[in-house]
């Protein structure tokens, strides 16, 4: 069994859990480096960031609330998110395996 | 004639629930720093009295014309989209509209959220019943055989959300977040022992709009969804909504139709949903490349404000965009005066109430905040905290009271 660590918390914004390669975004320009089943990591997103989300299993953003934009998006496409948590993007590294849980806004590092 | 008694009392509840909304939409983005591609508060100060002359003159045209309110709401359809307008209340450029008709707007809209709402204006019960329980019924009879089962098509419903999500992207570049104005979440409705809740996203082929989005796969989106009865699902005035669980989660079965045509087959829908992609990707690139030509993303934003209204304009035999150059040209004139508020970041609490007060009094409050004053808002704060205890979901921070003492 691979050692998970508890490494961030967040608002839970979309319920359910998920388990992928974390993919730092921080612009638009970069949705290109997604690749299907990543887990998108980024400040907020905002609409120009749909050609990531559509490949991403769960979205772990810095800021928002529960009527922000990844939010809402990923409820309705039912994939876990987890907002706020202030600081994913410094903590995370893309290709660190995550697991995330949006029921509860917590992030796993899998080791 | 559609009466409304104690009128006066109507038209405070509608402040008051737009003042409550645009207060949690603010609490939800932060500091305005997540707004895209600009702070609301920018586009609505510029367009609001054009707006509102203008819904003023159509209203009056068609009146004169002998519409009745009931047909004047038949050509608007969705209540939704007059709540939207909502927003523009708070604008300072208001001032430029007379009171007298800003009066006649405040009672007509109530009036018309009455009729597209069965009576729930506000969405006190939390839903939007855009329909009756008799229309619902004989939806469901008609079109049971286009019904798609979860269980025994799950590629389906998965593809069903992925489309819907990319629906709503789409609008939210459209409209600039203010998807509202094109989408019509309605519902939830009893039915037997299930719960139906409708997804409809209206004039999407908006080429006259934007000339890049002409060729969009479908102009009218809807998707009727059953539920089980446990399903939790509430509607905001202004149209957002909160699930527990999820949609893609919980739906058992649903009727898809595209421009009124039933989608029943997986190949189809896939085909749809490459089709939505490229449409929605090509439209990402535009604006991505044009996110630095500010007069560009602000005409765009201009234009979305009257796009939505031209059911109204072509019913009186008038083009929607004949107003624009007049928009532009004060936008032009205006745009560096536009003071954007930001209540929660470094504003202190009583400038804060401040605003708040301005939001909810139409801009016309001119006393200094005392005591009264911040006992009113712990009422209110009292009353959001009862909305969201009685509410199923998580009230992390709907609080004025936190919001304050967090400066």
Redesign the interface.
């Known amino acids: 069994m691979p050692k998970q660590k508890i490494i961030l918390k967040g608002?839970?914004a979309?319920?359910?859990i998920a388990k992928g390669k974390a993919k730092i975004i921080l612009d638009?320009?970069e949705?290109h480096k997604m690749r299907e089943g990543d887990i998108l990591v980024t400040e907020?997103t905002?609409?120009?960031f749909?050609?990531a989300?559509?490949k991403a299993k769960a979205i772990i953003t810095n800021?928002?609330?529960?009527?922000?934009?990844a939010a809402?998006?990923s409820?309705?496409?039912?994939i876990p998110c987890v907002v706020a948590t202030r600081k994913a993007t410094k903590i995370l590294k893309d290709g660190d395996r995550v697991k995330i849980d949006g029921t509860k806004g917590e992030i796993f590092l899998i080791k | 004639m559609f009466e409304i008694k104690n009128l006066e009392r109507e038209i405070n509840k509608l402040f008051y629930t737009t003042g409550i909304l645009i207060y949690?939409?603010d609490?939800?983005?932060?500091d305005g720093?997540?707004y895209?591609p600009f702070h609301p508060v920018l586009l609505d100060s510029l367009v609001a009295p054009f707006v509102f002359e203008e819904l003023y003159r159509l209203f009056r045209t068609l009146e004169r014309r002998r519409y009745s309110l009931e047909k004047i709401a038949g050509i608007i359809k969705s209540p939704t989209k007059i709540a939207n307008y909502q927003y523009l209340w708070p604008s300072s450029t208001l001032k430029l509209v007379s009171s007298e008709k800003k009066k006649y707007l405040a009672e007509i809209f109530v009036k018309l959220l009455k009729i597209l709402r069965n009576k729930e204006a506000y969405c006190e019960k939390f839903r939007n019943p855009v329909r009756n329980d008799k229309e619902v019924k004989k939806y469901i009879r008609e079109n049971k055989k286009y019904l798609i089962e979860k269980n025994k098509k799950p590629e389906m419903a998965k593809i069903l959300?992925?489309l819907?999500?990319?629906v709503?992207?789409?609008c939210?570049?459209l409209y600039y977040?203010m998807l509202d104005l094109s989408r019509l979440f309605h519902g939830p409705y009893q039915y037997q022992d299930k719960v139906i809740f409708a997804k409809e996203f209206l004039d999407l082929k908006a080429g006259k709009m934007w000339d890049l989005v002409k060729d969009f796969p479908f102009d009218h989106f809807q998707e009727v969804g059953i539920y089980p009865k446990e399903m939790q699902i509430q509607v905001f005035f202004m149209g957002?909504s909160?699930?527990k669980?999820?949609?893609?989660?919980a739906i058992e079965s649903f009727v898809l139709k595209l421009d009124g045509k039933p989608i029943t087959n997986l190949r189809e829908m896939k085909q749809y949903y490459r089709n939505t992609?490229k449409a929605?990707?090509k439209l990402?690139k535009y604006?991505?490349a044009n996110?630095k030509n500010e007069e560009f993303l602000l005409k765009r934003g201009l234009d979305l404000f009257f796009y939505p209204l031209k059911s109204l304009y072509e019913e009186v035999g008038e083009d929607w965009r004949k107003i624009l150059p007049k928009v532009y040209e004060f936008a032009e004139k205006n745009k560096s005066k536009i003071r954007i508020p930001n209540p929660w970041g470094d504003w202190d609490v009583y400038k804060a109430a401040r605003f708040l007060f301005k939001v909810i009094y139409r801009n016309n409050y001119r006393r200094p905040i005392g005591k009264k004053e911040i006992e009113f808002i712990k009422e209110i704060e009292k009353n959001s905290r009862k909305i969201y205890e009685q509410s199923p979901?998580?009230s992390?921070?709907y609080s004025i009271i936190s919001a304050l003492s967090y400066l």
């Open positions: 608002i839970p979309s319920p359910g638009p320009s949705n907020m905002n609409p120009l749909v050609p989300i559509q800021v928002g609330g529960l009527t922000s934009h809402i998006i409820r309705e496409l039912g | 949690e939409t609490m939800q983005h932060g720093r997540n895209w959300a992925k819907e999500g990319l709503m992207s789409y939210e570049i977040y957002h909160h699930t669980p999820s949609f893609p989660e992609s929605v990707n990402v604006v991505s996110m979901f998580p992390e921070s």
